[in-house]
């Protein structure tokens, strides 16, 4: 009788014990929001210290990077397509332990801690910590035409849609690194005009380099772009204004490329955490912990600056050594001091 008591007892032990560590385990240590350069390079971190690291991948799994066509500027690497930048990115994720959920994070509660995400299907996850790396859109010109043909002759994806204008005429609006990128992504366009609304470029001196070879580019300087025009289905042409001498004319073409910069992916945090009075997320001084304690952000959506491959991976890095930190003050164990 004393033996079985003592038998039941042991028993019970191990149940609470064991329900102990599947209660714990029920609590993520470390959640990163988007698969991006930032996301992943946060999780890299975050996974070799020795924390369960999950990746909820978002709408568009490698992020931006995937449609770069060569990146240049990221150091120790040679120039590399960003979507195979993105391949080594998760690789090195995996194989330092970290996990990748496909979906996204639809709403979010960080007044209490744990935190608690709820993702699509309404799915909920327990996070002790969680780093904010959504990256950000392409902005739209807002003018009229854009909407009704966006999808019909109007993209901001050249790599996407750029195959369709082969021997056609392409205008593309902007001019940053992002309208010369698309200019390099639709090949076989019969002529490619970039309208720049100021008299230069802001695109980097090796971008602009990089299309000077290009018979089938040229560059429109002091062009604002007023309405794109179609005939109901297809787009065909522009209606333009000369900045210097205001005259207004028609421009044809058969497709338009917008892209003039982008917006942080911050809306749906903007009732949980404190944005930046431009909409990017408001980070402390040299820190990325963000308004709340436990909730960092790194990358595109927290940078209205540098916006660079190699910009974000530093903070990302830098978001993951503090969430450690952060889980370590906390007394949450790593994987390795918790059994
Ligand atoms: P940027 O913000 O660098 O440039 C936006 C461009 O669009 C500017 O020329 C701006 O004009 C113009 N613009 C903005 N609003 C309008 C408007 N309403 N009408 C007409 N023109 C407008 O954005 P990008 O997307 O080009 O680049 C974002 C970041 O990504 C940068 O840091 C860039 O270096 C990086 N990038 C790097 C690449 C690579 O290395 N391969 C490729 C693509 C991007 P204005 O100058 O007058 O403000």
């Given at each position: 009788m004393k033996n079985y008591l003592l038998l039941v007892a042991v028993i019970f032990i191990n149940i609470l014990s064991a329900h102990a560590a599947v209660q714990e385990q029920a609590v993520i240590p470390i959640v990163v929001i988007g698969s991006g350069p930032a996301g992943l390079t946060a999780a890299i971190q975050a996974a070799r210290l020795g924390y369960e690291t999950l990746i909820v991948?978002?709408?568009?799994?490698?992020?931006?990077?995937?449609?770069?066509?060569?990146?240049?500027?990221?150091?120790?690497?040679?120039?590399?397509p960003g979507i195979d930048i993105i391949k080594k990115m998760e690789e090195q994720a995996r194989s330092a332990g970290a996990e990748f959920l496909e979906g996204s994070v639809t709403d979010m509660d960080f007044?209490?801690?744990?935190f608690v995400l709820t993702l699509d299907f309404d799915k909920k996850i327990q996070a002790y910590s969680v780093i904010i790396a959504t990256g950000s859109a392409p902005r739209r010109?807002?003018?009229?035409g854009e909407s009704h043909y966006w999808g019909m002759g109007v993209s901001s994806c050249a790599v996407c849609?750029?195959?369709?204008?082969?021997d056609k005429k392409v205008a593309i609006i902007g001019g940053g690194d992002s309208a010369i990128e698309h200019a390099l992504n639709i090949?076989?366009?019969q002529h490619i005009t970039i309208f720049v609304r100021?008299?230069?470029?802001?695109?980097m001196h090796h971008m602009q380099e990089r299309i000077?070879?290009?018979?089938?580019v040229s560059i429109e300087y002091n062009k604002e772009v007023l309405k794109i025009i179609g005939d109901g289905q297809n787009v065909t042409g522009l209606e333009i204004k000369d900045g210097a001498t205001g005259d207004i004319s028609f421009f044809p073409c058969d497709g338009v490329f917008v892209a003039i910069g982008h917006n942080p992916n911050s809306e749906l945090f903007k009732d949980h955490i404190q944005l930046a009075h431009d909409g990017y997320i408001y980070l402390g001084t040299r820190s990325q912990?963000?308004?709340?304690?436990?909730v960092f952000a790194a990358g595109d959506v927290a940078d209205s600056k540098f916006r660079q491959v190699s910009t974000a991976t530093g903070t990302a890095a830098q978001a993951g050594f503090e969430a450690v930190e952060f889980l370590r003050k906390n007394h949450i164990l790593d994987k390795a001091h918790r059994q």
């Open positions: 991948a978002g709408p568009k799994p490698g992020g931006q990077l995937t449609g770069a066509s060569a990146v240049e500027n990221v150091p120790a690497v040679d120039v590399l007044s209490s801690w744990p010109l807002g003018i009229p849609d750029g195959f369709l204008y082969t090949p076989y366009a100021k008299s230069r470029m802001r695109a000077r070879g290009y018979d089938n912990q963000t308004s709340v304690p436990g």
